[in-house]
T-cell receptor, first 111, second 117 residues
Framework: GESVGLHLPTLSVQEGDNSIINCAYS??????FIWYKQESGKGPQFIID?????DKRQGQRVTVLLNKTVKHLSLQIAATQPGDSAVYFC??????????FGTGTRLQVFP | GAVVSQHPSWVICKSGTSVKIECRSL??????MFWYRQFPKQSLMLMAT?????????EQGVEKDKFLINHASLTLSTLTVTSAHPEDSSFYIC?????????????FGEGSRLTVL
């Protein structure tokens, strides 16, 4: 079946450093991907998205890279701040319009 | 921007009772809403797709008679956990798409934490 997974369950970075969170997906037919941030006890918060006709998209301090050849997605956060500490999920929009979430990576930012 | 609201944000109930969770789209109409369940330190798992005016579509392994979904209007979907048991304790999150602007952007509620004693 469809699955979206992450390589690292926890990522610890120093404040000010760049963070890279990775995600692998299995459905080569997927054409839309989204990164979400989830803080404890809250719902997912949209960060950035990318369609399959692109390989890179930039937002404010965040960049998403898509490698369709190896079915890999990454989220880069520049100058990581304590407020960036959260769990990050990649999600894959399936052909049925359902959103399938990856396993998640916890980002911990220390001073 | 568009907002999706859930109520209650948390609820504690006794085993065997039923609990209803509401999901509302506050400034847009949503013909389709999605219900997710999230256990601690795990990802969001799609439970069902709520369709306004018709039956919900459940994901494999989700008991439709236990998790009753009613999408009574274009702004409200409810999830009722019937005869709740401790293993039903979880974080329930709904989402809705806003097609009004053509993008179909998906918005999430803040979640409802259910604790069954």
């Amino acid at each position: 079946g469809e699955s979206v997974g992450l390589h690292l369950p926890t990522l610890s970075v120093q404040e000010g450093d760049n963070s890279i969170i990775n995600c692998a997906y299995s459905n080569s037919a997927s054409d839309y991907f989204i990164w979400y941030k989830q803080e404890s006890g809250k719902g997912p918060q949209f960060i950035i998205d990318i369609r399959s006709n692109m390989d890179k998209r930039q937002g404010q301090r965040v960049t998403v890279l898509l490698n369709k050849t190896v079915k890999h997605l990454s989220l880069q956060i520049a100058a990581t701040q304590p407020g960036d500490s959260a769990v990050y999920f990649c999600a894959e929009n399936s052909y049925t319009d359902k959103l399938i979430f990856g396993t998640g990576t916890r980002l911990q930012v220390f001073p | 921007g568009a907002v999706v609201s859930q109520h209650p944000s948390w609820v504690i109930c006794k085993s065997g009772t039923s609990v209803k969770i509401e999901c509302r789209s506050l400034d847009f109409q949503a013909t389709t809403m999605f219900w997710y369940r999230q256990f601690p330190k795990q990802s969001l798992m799609l439970m069902a797709t709520s369709n306004e005016g018709s039956k919900a579509t459940y994901e494999q392994g989700v008991e439709k008679d236990k998790f009753l979904i009613n999408h009574a209007s274009l702004t409200l979907s409810t999830l009722t956990v019937t005869s709740a048991h401790p293993e039903d304790s979880s974080f329930y999150i709904c989402s809705a798409r806003d097609y009004g602007k053509g993008t179909g952007e998906l918005f999430f509620g803040e979640g409802s934490r259910l604790t069954v004693l």
